[in-house]
């Protein structure tokens, strides 16, 4: 199972994004990355804009190049709209819905969650990050994931907002409807990544 291990500073600095969560801990965010700093940046032409959408949002879902692609091929042959459906498959996927529930305070600590064995998909370990939910799927935490001190500090949180399309009752999380394009909160252009592909 393949991952991004390099520094993640560089890709949030890249995207001028913060990509995954690390809040005040992330410094220079204005800054690209890179030895030219500002000074090597150029403007960007509109498949250069695409480009960066694209890395953007496959880095913001832990995802690389080859899976990506299998994403859009599978929203490139759905019905209705084509970039609402690449962000339902990535949005069904896993480790982001741990992450959705509030599980975890970011989505790198849902992947290793979930790859370390800790979730419960109606009761069944799963530990594959990509594993896509149907409704009526149940999503809940083993008894050791929840004495992992990270996990603790954020179910402690009470102000954590749960998507529509999710339920949670303390470490049971349930798929009550398929993600809509509003529930998705970042930033995200999915008609630039569509464009980007169908070249």
Same mark, same amino acid.
């Given at each position: ?40 940046? &150029?403007?960007?032409?509109?498949? !250069?804009?695409? *480009?960066?959408?694209?890395? =953007? /949002? ?5 995802? #690389? ?45 849902? &992947?290793?969650?979930?790859?370390? !064995?800790?979730? *419960?998909?109606?009761?069944? =370990? /799963? ?5 896509? #939910? ?45 993600? &809509? ?19």
């Amino acid at each position: 199972m393949a991952k991004y291990v390099g520094p993640k500073d560089r890709l949030s600095r890249r995207e001028a994004f913060d990509i995954f969560s690390a809040g005040a801990k992330l410094t220079r965010l204005n800054v690209p990355p890179g030895v030219h700093g500002p000074k090597g940046t &150029r403007g960007s032409s509109q498949y !250069g804009k695409q *480009l960066r959408e694209k890395q =953007k /949002v496959k880095r913001l879902y832990g995802v #690389l190049e080859k899976q990506f692609r299998r994403y859009v091929g599978e929203a490139l042959k759905s019905k209705g709209n084509t970039g609402e459906a690449l962000l339902v498959g990535l949005e069904r996927r896993l480790d982001n819905t741990v992450y959705r529930l509030g599980l975890t305070p970011s989505r790198p600590a849902a &992947r290793q969650i979930v790859s370390h !064995g800790h979730v *419960l998909v109606n009761g069944k =370990k /799963v530990n594959i990050p990509s594993f896509s #939910l149907k409704v009526g799927d149940t999503v809940s935490l083993d008894s050791k994931a929840s004495n992992i001190p990270e996990v603790k500090k954020v179910l402690d949180q009470k102000d954590i907002k749960i998507p529509s399309w999710l339920e949670r009752k303390a470490l049971v999380g349930k798929v009550s409807s398929f993600p &809509r394009r509003e529930d998705v909160i970042e930033p995200i252009n999915e008609q630039d990544i569509v464009e980007f592909y169908s070249r």
